[in-house]
């Protein structure tokens, strides 16, 4: 271990008000001096992975991860090989293929539906929930849910296309609470499973899909939770699925988390564990896919929500773990603990944000629906 190291990071996290064995929710705790070289080598990688290891501790993680993004620690320490050959390896391959696609259902979202039901709201929406005017997860899910059918102005007896479903918690609350017929697909063979169980009886149809290979004409073309699994170099692709689908004078809509800056990588700790091929895109990516297929009409920001939706995640995944640990091992809990709180604090320092953007094709009349 590199003295010298050590005291780099302690004055990098000193500037951030972070302190090694310190007495703040914040500080963390060092258990193992290793520690230190492996966050200067690896950064967000080592970071993550040293957690998941046992090298640290910290009382609040979401807070720690905030004060760090605020002090934009991420930018001082990054630049390593290991950063820059998967830069290279974004920028050579496409990692959002077709023949990539089912990988995040097979390694994320089929992890245990048992995990998702003892985390999720009971709609199961794995997506920002809207805290306006709610007090409890299941009440600013519900919200979310309606905010995006009063943005994209359903009507009973539409057709509406979701690229990308979950488990049905959308095309189950359209149906019911809107009278639409709803087309889902998603590439987890655990979600169409419970999904299609879930919205049994009602005019909702749930396949296991890539979101490339969806042919019909529909009113409505949605994805809550999706953008952020398409890539970069796939944008324009996706952009044009919509524009084939959806039927003249008909509205478009996404809901995505987002960064503030163009990248074609993701943080590679949350690449490697949670969402392989993952990516979130900007406003300039998005923009730029769409050009001379569509005009926005709304875009809202409710990034802020995240957090208080993350952090609710986290509580009832902490109460649950007694009745997952025998199923999951003590590493997988340190891994999605760090996980959600980490995410909580990336929302907190507004280093990424979650746009829901209404769309038109040029020409036809803006939407007359209920924004807000």
């Known amino acids: 271990m590199s003295s010298q190291a050590e005291d780099l990071v302690k004055k990098l996290l000193k500037s951030a008000d972070i302190e090694v064995n310190g007495s703040h929710p914040w500080d963390i705790q060092v258990h193992d001096d290793r520690f230190y070289d492996r966050v200067l080598k690896e950064v967000a990688l080592g970071l993550g992975e040293s957690y998941m290891d046992g090298w640290w501790d910290s009382q609040a993680i979401d807070q720690f991860i905030d004060r760090a993004l605020r002090a934009r620690l991420d930018q001082v320490i990054k630049g390593n090989w290991k950063i820059l050959l998967q830069v290279l390896r974004a920028k050579l391959f496409n990692l959002q293929s077709s023949a990539r696609a089912f990988q995040i259902g097979e390694r994320h979202y089929d992890l245990g539906n048992d995990l998702y039901q003892a985390m999720l709201d009971k709609r199961l929406n794995y997506t920002c929930a809207y805290w306006k005017e709610a007090s409890t997860l299941d009440e600013a899910q519900e919200a979310k849910l309606d905010l995006v059918c009063r943005k994209i102005g359903l009507k009973p007896g539409m057709k509406v296309l979701e690229l990308g479903c979950g ?6 609350y359209a149906a019911e609470k809107y009278g639409v017929e709803v ?27 890539d979101y490339r290979e969806v042919e019909g004409q529909y009113d409505r073309v949605i994805s809550i939770g999706v953008m952020e699994h398409v890539g970069y170099k796939n944008y324009r692709t996706y952009m044009e699925v919509v524009d084939r689908t959806l039927r003249p004078g008909g509205v478009g809509f996404f809901h995505t988390i987002g960064s503030n800056t163009s990248e074609i990588r993701t943080n590679a700790w949350t690449e490697k564990y949670i969402f392989p091929n993952g990516m979130l895109p900007s406003i300039a990516q998005l923009s730029r896919a769409m050009e001379g297929l569509f005009v926005i009409e709304d875009l809202h920001n409710i990034g802020p929500h995240y957090d208080p939706t993350l952090m609710a995640w986290h509580a009832n995944f902490e109460k649950a773990w007694p009745d997952l640990q025998d199923k999951y091992s003590e590493r997988f809990y340190r891994m999605w603990r760090y996980y959600l709180l980490s995410s909580a604090g990336g929302f907190r320092s507004r280093m990424n944000q979650l746009w829901q953007v209404v769309f038109t094709r040029p020409g036809d009349p803006q939407p007359d629906c209920r924004i807000s």
């Open 167 to 172: 488990w049905g918690s959308f095309a189950k």
């Open 183 to 209: 087309l889902g697909v998603t590439v987890s063979e655990k979600q169409v499973e419970l999904g299609r169980e879930l919205c049994q009886g009602l005019p909702v149809e749930l396949r296991l899909q």
